[in-house]
């Protein structure tokens, strides 16, 4: 099993609505990553998590919240975002945060802010 | 640091003509590269990566690349292109510092026409 799963596709919410997006793995990752991408703009990265401690935080405004329940689990928590929040969420993971680990990528959460 | 630079934003291209996408790096510290595609709507997949060894790497669907330390290039290949290769080709590398990030290029439309 080399997948990435992300749900939801899509989500719509209002600015003062809370969600969370939920991303799982099962291939032994101990990294996982949280990434913004704009259309056709690059993936920025927002979080990541080593061994389920939080590893990486790109100064990511606190609207914006991750979790990571277990080894396989990493979720995201949204509460009074922004229209400019509104873009492509990527959920990865790899082996480990080594420079030699590709990272493997879900198919995102496209999510718009109204 | 690391960066890497994509200078073309679009290839347009006829289907079976070959293509090349270019990519350049910049670093202090050996590096680990790596090519992505992005399909519309959908995540990134791993297309291929350096690590270290043989210069040329393959994937499965008919892409090459080709490691050039001197000029610190690494640039996609194929000899005859597909209409279902239309997509964004990202370019990352993986670096030293900051808990080895990955740096993607700007991205490349690859466009191919009938």
């Known amino acids: 099993d080399t997948e990435v799963t992300q749900t939801p596709k899509h989500l719509v919410m209002g600015m003062t609505n809370k969600k969370s997006l939920k991303c799982e793995q099962h291939m032994g990752h101990r990294a996982m990553y949280w990434y913004k991408q704009k259309a056709k703009k690059p993936p920025e990265l927002m979080f990541v998590y080593s061994y389920e401690k939080l590893s990486i935080n790109e100064s990511v405004p606190s609207r914006f919240s991750p979790e990571c329940p277990n080894s396989s689990l990493l979720n995201l928590h949204l509460h009074a975002l922004q229209p400019e929040d509104s873009a492509l969420y990527l959920c990865?993971?790899?082996?480990?945060?080594?420079?030699?680990?590709?990272?493997?990528f879900g198919s995102g959460t496209q999510l718009s802010v109204l | 640091a690391q960066s890497v630079t994509q200078l073309d934003s679009q290839v347009p291209v006829f289907e079976e003509a070959p293509v090349e996408l270019r990519c350049n790096y910049s670093?202090?510290?050996?590096?680990?590269l790596f090519w992505y595609v992005q399909y519309p709507n959908q995540g990134l997949q791993l297309l291929l990566k350096y690590l270290s060894g043989s210069t040329l790497v393959e994937s499965i669907n008919g892409f090459e690349a080709e490691f050039n330390k001197s000029q610190t290039s690494f640039h996609l290949r194929k000899p005859s292109v597909h209409i279902s290769d239309t997509a964004e080709y990202f370019c990352a590398v993986r670096g030293t510092g900051g808990g080895n990030k990955l740096t993607f290029g700007t991205g490349t439309q690859l466009k191919v026409e009938l």
């Open positions: 670093s202090s510290v050996s590096v680990y």
């Open positions: 990865a993971s790899s082996q480990d945060q080594a420079r030699a680990s590709a990272l493997f």
